[in-house]
């Protein structure tokens, strides 16, 4: 079966560095993407992982390993606005996304 | 720039009433998608259309039909509602199928939908 784990919630601090990690099997692959997700609010795209290494943009980067099925978002520099739940999503071979139940994100002063 | 837009935000509806959750976009888009969001799960996918005209089947489609007669309008109707029907639902556009772009897609700001 198709599977995405990823951890239900985490705690950090501002101005600290989070890593939230992601695992998937599914039926193919086609990319790793990354959803930032305010609560009551719309998901919002962060990243879109293909090939294997680091993709850094601002504050966030995402890391793909094929070979293992893993992926992370790492955010650095926290913020207060950064708590937000934080969506894992897989593209299998039939180009549907496969999504994680999301990873709470709680940033404390 | 709207974006996209769904309506109602809100509706707390009986079990066996027809509802439809309406969903436009602006951003002539072909491809266009509803999921549902419950606590716990992730997003998962009821009905997607790839170009006006068409639609096809996601992970969960029983209990819902949807119609894509242009390329700006997309509505979800569950014919006879259902309390699991429950849910968050969000539509949601991509530039083309997402066999031929990145995977981002724009979502609208949800439809919280209770049945009693």
């Known amino acids: 079966g198709q599977n995405i784990d990823q951890p239900t919630e985490m705690t950090a601090t501002e101005g600290a560095i989070v890593q939230i990690n992601c695992t998937y099997q599914t039926s193919g692959f086609n990319g790793l993407f990354w959803y930032q997700q305010h609560a009551a609010e719309a998901p919002t795209f962060l990243s879109y992982?293909?090939l294997d290494g680091l993709e850094e943009k601002g504050r966030f980067s995402s890391f793909l390993s094929r070979s293992k099925g893993y992926s992370y978002l790492l955010l650095k520099e926290l913020q207060m606005k950064d708590s937000a739940s934080y969506l894992c999503a897989s593209m299998d071979s039939n180009y549907q996304l496969i999504w994680g139940a999301g990873t709470k994100l709680i940033i404390k002063p | 720039i709207a974006g996209i837009t769904q309506a109602p935000t809100s509706q707390i509806l009986a079990a066996g009433r027809r509802m439809t959750l309406r969903c436009t976009q602006d951003m002539r888009h072909n491809a266009m998608y509803w999921y549902r969001q419950d606590l716990g799960l992730g997003l998962r996918l009821i009905h997607y259309?790839?170009?006006?005209?068409?639609?096809g089947k996601g992970e969960v489609p029983d209990g819902y039909s949807v119609s894509r007669a242009n390329t700006d309008d997309f509505p979800l109707t569950l014919a006879s509602a259902v309390p699991s029907q429950t849910s968050v639902y969000f539509c949601?556009?991509?530039?083309?199928?997402?066999?031929?772009?990145?995977?981002?897609?724009?979502f609208g700001e949800g439809s919280r939908l209770t049945v009693l």
């Open positions: 992982n293909v």
């Open positions: 259309s790839n170009t006006a005209g068409t639609t």
């Open positions: 949601a556009s991509s530039d083309s199928g997402l066999e031929h772009n990145t995977g981002e897609l724009f």
